[in-house]
C-alpha cells in the first residue's frame, strides 16, 4: 500500500507545478487542419517528448508519420508476466474560428473559476498529459510502473488521423499490448462515471458547383443563367428530409438498429430533452423521428455540412451572380458502415441530382474512420470501471459517443486489440467551440485516477 | 460649323493626355461598399472635382448626401432659352474580389489590346469622365457650351444609392432641368449603337438563421440539432422551383408583362442563346419558362442568392455543427413592382417557411430602386438617336437592361424628368468582374458624341 500512497502523494505535492506545465503546453497553437500551423505541431511533439523524458520514461522517441510528428515511448520494465498496455492520446487541437467570440485568446490559457480555458484544454491536450504526470509520480517514488506501459501520442486526429494507419501498420510489432488505454475522451458528469464502449465512424466529401465561368454582374445576367448557390441549395436539400432523415440511396443500408438491449441500456442514463436544448440554446431538438435523442447522437448516422461559402461575404450588397458554391460534408457513421462505400455513395448522389446548369465536382476526403464497440465486460473496462467506482463512488454507466477516435478501429484491425477509454472530459467543456476549457478537478482526479489503474490492471 | 469641328480636334489632339488622366483616375480604389475604402471614395470626387474646375466649368462643388461626397457642378451660361440638362454618373466602383482572377492588380491600370483594364473602367468612371472631357472642348476653343449643362457624379451608385434621393430633394431647385442625360450606360456593340428605355429595379435583404447558439461538435450534437446551413439550403431552395420560377408568394402580381410589341421590339434585336452560353462557360442556359433569354433579362424580375456562408471556410476538414448560416440575397424588379413591398414578401417567405429548429432574422437593405422606362420617343432619345445614327451610320436598337440605375426613378420622382442614357460601355467588359476593362475606342468615339450631343440638343 505504501507504492499506491506514495504517487498519490506526489501527485498531489506537484499540482501546482502540474497546471503551469498544462498551461505552457495549451500556449502551444497545434492547429492540424491548418499548413501553416505545422510548425506549431511539430512544437507540441517535441513538449510532450520532453515532458515524458523528465517523467523518467526510459524510451521516447519523435517518429514520422507520414510527415506528421508522431510521439512514441516505452517503459518496458515490469517483466514478461505483467500485462502491457498502449496509451494513447493526441496533442494537435481543432482550429478556432470564430476567434471573435473568445473571451481570451484561445493559444493564451487562463483560469478562470478552477477551469483552464484554452484550445485543445479539454480535448486533448489537458487529457493526454494525465498518464505522463502518472508515469513520473510512480517512477519518482518507487522506482519502477507496476506494468509495462508504451505510449502513442499523434498529432492529427483531428482531421481524422490520416496517416495513423500506416504507421500502425509499419510498427505492428512495437507497439504490440494486450489492449489499449485512451486518453482521449470523457466522463459522464462530474459525480458519475461512465465507459465509452462505442464511437462513430467519419467520412468527409467536399463539393464544388461550377456555373459561369466567371462572377457575373446579377442585373445583366440574373435569370439568364443557373446561379450555383441556389443549385447547392437545392443539392444540399435533397440530402435530408425536412425531418432530417438522410435521403442519399442505400445510406442506412448496413446501419445495425441498436438491440432491445442496446436501447434499454440508453435509455436508463438520465437525459433530459429540454434541459439539452435549453444548453444549446434552441427552442427544439431535430433530427431522424423514430429515435431518442441520444440514440441518434449514439446509434444513428449523420450527414452535416460543416461550412459552406460562395459569392460575395463582405459587408454591404453586391450584385453578383456567382461562379462557384461550395460545401463541405461529414458524416458519422455507425455500425457496419464503411466510410469509403457511404463517401461514395454521397457522390454518386451529388452526381445525379446536380441541377441543371452547373458542374458538380467531389472530392473525397482522406479523412475516414470505421465505427468502433468494445465489449463493455472487457478486463480493462473492468479494470478502469473499478477504479472509477472507488474514486467516484458510483458504478459507471456504459455510454457510447456520437464522436469518432479513428484510432479504436486502426488498433482493432492491425493489432488486433481492443481501446479502453479512461479520460476526464466533460460535455459542457466546449470542445471544437469557442472558450473550450478543461476543469482543474479533473485534472487532479484525473491523475489520481489513472495512477491506480496500473495497480488495478497489475493486480 | 467651325464652332462644332473645332471641339472635334481638340479632343482628338489631347486623347493621350484624357487617356492617361483616365488611368489615374481608375488607380484611385473607390469601393463604396467596403467601409474602409470611404478614404478613396473621398479622394476620387476630391480628382472629378478638380478635373471640372480644369475643364473650364464654371462652379463646381463637393456636397455631402448623407456622408458620402457627392459632386454637383453647372455651367449655365447659354441663356434662359436654351435647354438645361443633368449630366449624371458614378465614380465609386464594385469590390474587386476574388482578386486573385485577375491579371493585373484591380487598381493598376494597364492598357494592353487598346483596352484600359481596372476596376470601374467600364462601370463607370471611363463613361463619367468623357462629357467632362467633351465640356472642355467646347470652353477651351470656343469659350462657352451651346446649352446649359449641370453635372451630378455620386459615390454610393455600387450599393444602390442609398442617399441620392434625399440628396435630390434637398437639392431639387437647383437639379433642375428639362432631362437627365446619364453617362452610366453603354451601347449593344461596337458597330451597332442603342438607346437603353429600361432598367430594373433593385431591393436587397440578408437573412440570418441561428442554430445552437454557439459552434458545436459535429459528433457530439450531430443529429440531435438543427443545423443552420441545412436550414437554410431548405429555405433558399424554397424561392425558386426547379425551373426557375421564384416561389415567393405575390411576388409577381404587379409585374406587367411585356406587350406585344415590346416583345416583338426585343425579337428583332439578333440574339444567339449558344453563342451567349458560350461566352459565359456554361453548358444550358437556366430561368424562367415560357420568356426568351432577353425577355426574361430585361422584362422578367430576378431573385439572385449573391452570396452565401456558414460554418468552417478554411482547407481542411472540421467536424462542426455551426450556429449561424447567412444568405445575401437581391431582386432585379421590372414594373410595376415596389422595391419595398417585394422586399417585404421575401421577409414574409422567410418568416413562414424557416425551417424547424432555428431562428430567422431578415434584414432588409436600405438600397433600393424603382423600376423605370423612358419613352422611346422622348426629345433627349430623340437627340441621343441621330447622334448615334451619325456616328455609327446605324439607327440604334431600343433595348433594356436587367441592370438598375437607381438614380432613375428618384429623379423622375423628385425633379419631374425623364433621363435618357448616353454611353459606351459594352456588354463583354467584365462589369463587376476580375478584368474589367473599357475599350479606348469607346472612349474616343465617346467623346466625339457628347461634343456632338450638344450641339443637337441646342439645335
Known amino acids: 500500500m505504501t507504492d499506491t500512497l506514495a504517487p498519490a502523494d506526489y501527485l498531489a505535492d506537484h499540482f501546482e507545478q502540474f497546471t503551469d506545465e498544462l498551461l505552457e503546453f495549451l500556449s502551444i497553437p497545434s492547429i492540424s487542419a491548418l ?46 508476466d505483467a500485462p502491457t498496455i498502449l496509451i494513447y492520446g493526441h496533442f494537435d487541437t481543432q482550429p478556432v474560428d470564430p476567434v471573435e467570440l473568445w473571451t481570451n485568446p484561445p493559444f493564451t490559457p487562463v483560469i478562470r473559476d478552477e477551469r483552464v480555458y484554452a484550445r485543445g484544454a479539454s480535448d486533448d491536450k489537458g487529457n493526454m498529459l494525465i498518464p505522463i ?104 436539400a435533397s440530402m435530408r428530409d425536412d425531418e432530417g432523415r438522410i435521403t442519399i440511396e442505400g445510406f442506412y443500408d448496413e446501419v445495425v438498429t441498436p438491440s432491445q438491449a442496446d436501447s434499454q441500456q440508453i435509455a436508463e442514463i438520465p437525459h433530459d430533452d429540454a434541459e439539452f436544448a435549453q444548453g444549446l440554446g434552441v427552442d427544439h431538438l431535430f433530427g431522424e423521428p423514430g429515435y431518442s435523442t441520444l440514440e441518434r447522437a449514439w446509434c444513428r448516422p449523420t450527414l452535416e455540412v460543416n461550412g459552406t461559402w460562395g459569392g460575395f461575404l463582405d459587408d454591404g450588397v453586391k450584385t453578383v451572380l456567382p461562379s462557384k458554391a461550395h460545401a463541405k460534408i461529414t458524416c458519422r457513421l455507425v455500425p457496419d458502415q464503411e466510410p469509403a462505400v457511404i463517401a461514395d455513395r454521397i ?12 458542374k458538380a465536382t467531389v472530392a473525397l476526403s482522406e479523412s475516414g474512420a470505421r465505427p468502433y ?60 467551440s469557442p472558450d473550450e476549457f478543461f476543469r482543474l478537478s479533473s485534472f487532479r482526479r484525473g491523475q489520481q485516477a489513472w495512477s491506480q489503474l496500473w495497480q488495478r490492471i497489475a493486480n
Not at 459525480?191 to 464502449?197: D, I, K, R
Not at 448522389?349 to 441543371?356: D, M
Not at 458504478?395 to 486502426?410: D, M, Q
Open 35 to 80: 499548413p501553416d500551423h505545422a510548425p506549431h505541431v511539430a512544437a507540441a511533439a517535441d513538449w510532450v517528448a520532453a515532458r515524458l523524458r523528465q517523467a523518467g520514461v526510459t524510451t521516447v522517441e519523435v517518429m514520422n508519420a507520414g510527415g506528421v510528428p508522431t510521439v512514441y515511448a516505452e517503459h518496458l520494465e515490469a517483466g514478461d
Open 133 to 236: 504526470l502518472a508515469a513520473e509520480a510512480w517512477l519518482q517514488t518507487t522506482g519502477s510502473l507496476p506494468i509495462n506501459v508504451k505510449f502513442l501520442f499523434e498529432g492529427e486526429e483531428e482531421v481524422g488521423s490520416p496517416h495513423i494507419e500506416q504507421f500502425i501498420i509499419d510498427n505492428r510489432d512495437r507497439l504490440g499490448c494486450d489492449y489499449v488505454v485512451s486518453a482521449d475522451g470523457g466522463q459522464f458528469g462530474e459525480e458519475q462515471p461512465n465507459l465509452l464502449v462505442g464511437f462513430k465512424g467519419l467520412c468527409a466529401v467536399e463539393i464544388e458547383l461550377t456555373g459561369p465561368e466567371r462572377d457575373l454582374h446579377s442585373g445583366q445576367y440574373g435569370g439568364t443563367v443557373q446561379n450555383p448557390i441556389h443549385a447547392l441549395a437545392r443539392l444540399i
Open 347 to 358: 457522390r454518386q448522389h451529388v452526381l445525379s441530382h446536380t441541377p441543371p446548369g452547373v
Open 373 to 432: 464497440l468494445v465489449p463493455g465486460d472487457h478486463p480493462g473496462n473492468q479494470a478502469a470501471g473499478d477504479v472509477l467506482s472507488d474514486l467516484y463512488g458510483q458504478a459507471p454507466y456504459f455510454t457510447r459517443s456520437g464522436g469518432t477516435l479513428p484510432i479504436c478501429s486502426v488498433l482493432r484491425e492491425h493489432l488486433g486489440v481492443f481501446t479502453v477509454i479512461f479520460a476526464f472530459a466533460l460535455d459542457d467543456e466546449r470542445a471544437h
